[in-house]
């Protein structure tokens, strides 16, 4: 066999692509093209889901990241490691259900569903500072007392007496459910039934035809109204309410009941549901709404798809600018149809340990036997997107002054505790002897120390009771507790989110004709 010399090889290898390139590219022989298909290929879920790492947690890190991720694809500053961090922080204290981590180093077993945090996100760039006072109006209706200018301190039915916890907190906080409220006294009235161990109060009102009861959580920190859906899904998975102690409407269900193509979605700060408007007939305290549209959730988060959440559905009663619906609160609507003399909803919280079961809402007015008439205030509202703002003149802790001024407070009925910015929290805690720092707070469960806001130039002082959640050891209810004050910034750096702990301890009314709030130590 003869080898050919390397010189050969290359004249070969020039021949061959000169004579290639030289034929034109149509004549070229080329392997024939499959015809267009389409092509589909499986995707294989993946997850692993770590045992150590609760899923709320679990998903803030999730978010994190897609933050991160999105503020490098628009070309914006990515979130600071601060912030993340922060978030992260609030998980740990908004957690509402399952095994949460433990709050405290010491190890506490706080975890459940022992707080709830209503207040709704705001449209834009979430809360802004409020911006001054607006239209100095007072609430004036039916049955209601003109202000007086008392100073006075406490509420009715003070529990605090530095014997720890009350055994009926406990239980209530381990076994939930409600606790029925006695029958209202005032007209156009319901009842408040207490969620567990005080995380929220709950109505009962009617919906469709034939009218079936649903239990709604009242909140005046969100615009909202909503139940849930006959085809309701969890975002943890399956139906809403596997075991079917909620009640849903749809037209299975109502007969009057009409549907649209409108989505809504509303995100609390904890929680969030989405769904589609609706209309149909709608009763509160024998008022009715005839064809009121508001919203049925489709897509609930466990904190209201839950079977151990003893609600059906939430009654934002903001302002209707608020309103991620779009639509007017119902407290507006009873108004415009003439069924109440005005936009009024006022309420008398009750606290479980005290056993009078005396919540109330009243709608279109005040409930006079529920106050001290020479005690009620009226202060505008100061807050420009439709949350119930008031200016708060000063904080004293024992009866001195703290010192802290220009605060606002956002009073939020769907809101368990106080969530203040961490300096003032730990300013505060260490005041009536406890200890806080950026991520908890925690007090004696024995304290007797006492904490008073002033509005409009009266004082109302929270019960020592009210300022302790549970103890931060289950099994020893005379060591320290969580506390009802907890450090977040929830706006801006004066911005004070106060919900129940400060409510049970003065009648709440707020008034949208004159965009005002009223306030009076409870009789």
Same mark, same amino acid.
């Given at each position: 066999?003869?080898?050919?010399?390397?010189?050969?090889?290359?004249?070969? &290898?020039?021949?061959?692509?000169?004579?290639?390139?030289?034929?034109?590219?149509?004549?070229?022989?080329?392997?024939?093209?499959?015809?267009?298909?389409?092509?589909?290929?499986?995707?294989?879920?993946?997850?692993?889901?770590?045992?150590?790492?609760?899923?709320?947690?679990?998903?803030?890190?999730?978010?994190?990241?897609?933050?991160?991720?999105?503020?490098?694809?628009?070309?914006?500053? #990515?979130?600071?490691?601060?912030?993340?961090?922060? #978030?992260?922080?609030?998980?740990?204290?908004?957690?509402?259900?399952?095994?949460?981590? /433990?709050?405290?180093?010491?190890?506490?077993?706080?975890?459940?569903?022992?707080?709830?945090?209503?207040?709704?996100?705001?449209?834009?760039?979430?809360?802004?500072?409020?911006?001054?006072?607006?239209?100095?109006?007072?609430?004036?209706?039916?049955?209601?007392?003109?202000?007086?200018?008392?100073?006075?301190?406490?509420?009715?039915?003070?529990?605090? =007496? !530095?014997?720890?916890?009350?055994?009926?907190?406990?239980?209530?906080?381990?076994?939930?459910?409600?606790?029925?409220?006695?029958?209202?006294?005032?007209?156009? /009235?319901?009842?408040?039934?207490?969620?567990?161990?005080?995380?929220?109060?709950?109505?009962?009102?009617?919906?469709?035809?034939?009218?079936?009861?649903?239990?709604?959580?009242?909140?005046?920190? $969100?615009?909202?109204?909503?139940?849930?859906?006959?085809? &309701?899904?969890?975002?943890?998975?399956?139906?809403? &309410?596997?075991?079917? =102690?909620?009640?849903?409407?749809?037209?299975?269900?109502?007969?009057?009941?009409?549907?649209?193509?409108?989505?809504?979605?509303?995100?609390?700060? $904890?929680?969030?549901?989405?769904?589609?408007?609706?209309?149909?007939?709608?009763?509160?305290?024998?008022?009715?709404?005839?064809?009121?549209?508001?919203?049925?959730?489709?897509?609930? /988060?466990?904190?209201?798809?839950?079977?151990?959440?003893?609600?059906? !559905?939430?009654?934002?009663?903001?302002?209707?600018?608020?309103?991620?619906?779009?639509?007017?609160?119902?407290?507006?609507?009873?108004? $415009?149809?003439?069924?109440?003399?005005?936009?009024?909803?006022?309420?008398?919280?009750?606290?479980?340990?005290?056993?009078?079961?005396?919540?109330?809402?009243?709608?279109?007015?005040?409930?006079?036997?529920?106050?001290?008439?020479?005690?009620?205030?009226?202060?505008?509202?100061?807050?420009?997107?439709?949350?119930? #703002?008031?200016?708060?003149?000063?904080?004293?802790?024992?009866?001195?002054?703290?010192?802290?001024?220009?605060?606002?407070?956002?009073?939020?009925?769907?809101?368990?505790?106080?969530?203040?910015?961490?300096?003032?929290?730990?300013?505060?805690?260490?005041?009536? !002897?406890?200890?806080?720092?950026?991520?908890?707070?925690?007090?004696?469960?024995?304290?007797?120390?006492?904490?008073?806001?002033?509005?409009?130039?009266?004082?109302?002082?929270?019960?020592?009771?009210?300022?302790?959640?549970?103890?931060?050891?289950?099994?020893?209810?005379?060591?320290? &507790?969580?506390?009802?004050?907890?450090?977040?910034?929830?706006?801006?750096?004066?911005?004070?989110?106060?919900?129940?702990?400060?409510?049970?301890?003065?009648?709440?009314?707020?008034?949208?004709?004159?965009?005002?709030?009223?306030?009076?130590?409870?009789?």
């Amino acid at each position: 066999m003869q080898i050919l010399s390397p010189a050969l090889i290359l004249v070969a &290898c020039f021949l061959n692509h000169v004579l290639g390139g030289a034929i034109p590219q149509h004549a070229r022989r080329q392997p024939a093209l499959p015809t267009p298909q389409l092509i589909t290929l499986p995707l294989k879920r993946f997850q692993t889901m770590p045992k150590d790492i609760h899923p709320q947690m679990l998903m803030q890190q999730y978010i994190n990241r897609a933050s991160k991720r999105l503020a490098r694809m628009t070309g914006r500053e #990515e979130p600071s490691e601060h912030q993340l961090r922060s #978030e992260i922080h609030k998980r740990l204290y908004l957690l509402d259900g399952g095994s949460a981590p /433990s709050l405290s180093s010491s190890g506490s077993s706080f975890q459940d569903a022992n707080t709830r945090l209503g207040l709704a996100v705001a449209h834009g760039h979430g809360k802004q500072s409020s911006e001054g006072m607006v239209n100095n109006g007072t609430a004036i209706s039916s049955n209601t007392t003109m202000p007086g200018n008392a100073t006075s301190s406490g509420g009715a039915g003070a529990s605090g =007496n !530095g014997t720890g916890v009350s055994p009926l907190d406990i239980q209530a906080a381990n076994n939930g459910g409600l606790t029925p409220a006695n029958p209202p006294t005032a007209n156009n /009235s319901l009842g408040l039934a207490i969620e567990a161990d005080d995380v929220a109060y709950i109505a009962t009102i009617q919906i469709g035809t034939p009218a079936l009861d649903f239990r709604i959580l009242m909140d005046s920190g $969100s615009a909202d109204f909503w139940v849930g859906s006959e085809n &309701c899904q969890s975002s943890a998975g399956g139906g809403c &309410c596997l075991k079917g =102690n909620h009640t849903f409407l749809g037209p299975q269900s109502s007969s009057s009941f009409v549907s649209s193509n409108t989505q809504f979605q509303v995100t609390y700060g $904890s929680g969030a549901v989405a769904g589609t408007l609706c209309q149909d007939q709608v009763g509160i305290a024998g008022l009715t709404l005839n064809n009121h549209t508001f919203g049925v959730a489709t897509a609930e /988060s466990p904190q209201f798809a839950s079977s151990s959440v003893p609600f059906d !559905g939430l009654m934002g009663v903001a302002q209707s600018s608020l309103s991620q619906q779009n639509v007017s609160t119902p407290v507006e609507s009873l108004s $415009s149809n003439g069924l109440i003399p005005a936009a009024i909803i006022s309420f008398k919280i009750s606290r479980l340990s005290n056993q009078l079961n005396d919540g109330e809402v009243t709608f279109g007015g005040l409930d006079s036997s529920k106050f001290i008439a020479d005690t009620l205030i009226t202060i505008p509202n100061v807050n420009q997107q439709g949350f119930w #703002e008031g200016s708060i003149d000063a904080v004293s802790i024992n009866g001195a002054d703290s010192g802290l001024t220009g605060r606002t407070a956002i009073l939020d009925t769907g809101t368990t505790t106080m969530v203040i910015p961490p300096a003032d929290a730990q300013q505060l805690i260490q005041g009536l !002897g406890g200890t806080c720092d950026t991520q908890q707070c925690t007090l004696p469960c024995t304290t007797n120390s006492s904490l008073a806001l002033s509005f409009g130039g009266s004082s109302f002082s929270i019960d020592p009771s009210d300022l302790l959640i549970l103890p931060v050891q289950p099994n020893d209810p005379t060591g320290d &507790c969580v506390a009802g004050i907890q450090p977040q910034q929830i706006g801006s750096p004066t911005q004070w989110l106060v919900g129940d702990v400060f409510l049970k301890n003065a009648y709440f009314s707020t008034d949208v004709g004159n965009n005002s709030i009223s306030l009076a130590q409870l009789s």
